[in-house]
């Protein structure tokens, strides 16, 4: 029902538009996409449709039992990280930015001349979803439910500093916000909320298709390599916070992240 509010970009791409669509009459033989969360959901999804455009999957999960199920559908290949972080800090940051940001800066090295790096962000506006020294890179141990915001803030600006990285090269890098879509991530979220979100869901709530098209969008798309380290919506270049531009927020948190895993004692 929402979506006919919602206006398509000049690509032809918008709200409603499913990873299917984005990759209509795509031959994708000869590359590889390394997916993480393959079990479910996006992840989920952006394999299905990449396999089916004959992508080659690598796929990532947290068990080797849950990453088996998923690929033996598409023939991919399974890839599992042993990493587990248990410092005793705040378990979303880890998760969604401490972790990706180890797995890419240990492929980096491998990645081929036009790779591209797409991470998955959030639109949250709020002023206490900011990535601010003081706040959450300061105190991991905050159980606020803002950590969950600030956790998906964070790779709007790793991609600010993996684009500004690769300036010079033919690779880059995105973040994108998949819009609002039920998936186990609710899981943890209080009963009411989840309530409420079932309950408008198939009115303002995107299916998981829609989800995932601006992420295969990104992946795949030609002729977008000039938005390297933007912020994509509805497989179009998005408005993004008022720090969101910050280039100096974006290297602070890449420094700060570096101190985290060396008191972890990873080696990249």
């Given at each position: 029902m929402f979506s006919i509010f919602m206006k398509r970009g000049e690509n032809g791409f918008g709200y409603n538009t499913t990873a299917e669509e984005v990759t209509a009459n795509m031959d994708l033989s000869g590359k590889t996409f390394l997916i993480t969360g393959i079990n479910s959901g996006?992840?989920?999804?952006?394999?299905?449709?990449?396999?089916?455009?004959?992508?080659?999957?690598?796929?990532?999960?947290?068990?080797?039992?849950?990453?088996?199920?998923?690929?033996?559908?598409?023939?991919?290949?399974?890839?599992?990280?042993?990493?587990?972080?248990?410092?005793?800090?705040?378990?979303?940051?880890f998760t969604f930015h401490v972790g990706h940001f180890i797995l890419i800066n240990s492929l980096i090295s491998v990645l081929s001349e036009t790779a591209r790096v797409v991470l998955l962000s959030s639109h949250s506006r709020e002023p206490t979803m900011a990535i601010t020294e003081g706040n959450t890179l300061d105190n991991l141990d905050d159980p606020k439910d803002s950590m969950m915001g600030q956790s998906k803030v964070a790779p709007l600006f790793m991609a600010k500093s993996l684009a500004k990285q690769f300036e010079g090269t033919k690779k880059t890098a995105y973040s994108c916000y998949p819009g609002m879509i039920q998936t186990i991530v609710d899981t943890h979220v209080s009963p009411f909320i989840s309530g409420v979100t079932s309950f408008i869901a198939p009115a303002f709530c995107k299916s998981i298709p829609e989800g995932a098209a601006t992420q295969v969008y990104l992946a795949t798309a030609d002729g977008i390599e000039k938005?390297?380290?933007?912020?994509?919506?509805?497989?179009?270049?998005?408005?993004?916070?008022?720090?969101?531009?910050?280039?100096?927020?974006?290297e602070m948190l890449w420094e700060v992240t570096e101190g985290i895993i060396q008191e972890i004692n990873y080696e990249i």
């Open positions: 996006l992840g989920c999804e952006n394999g299905r449709v990449l396999a089916l455009r004959n992508g080659n999957i690598i796929g990532l999960a947290g068990t080797k039992e849950k990453a088996t199920v998923a690929m033996q559908e598409w023939k991919g290949i399974m890839a599992l990280p042993t990493l587990e972080l248990t410092p005793g800090s705040e378990t979303q940051l938005h390297s380290g933007k912020y994509f919506a509805d497989c179009n270049v998005e408005l993004e916070r008022d720090d969101g531009t910050d280039i100096a927020t974006a």
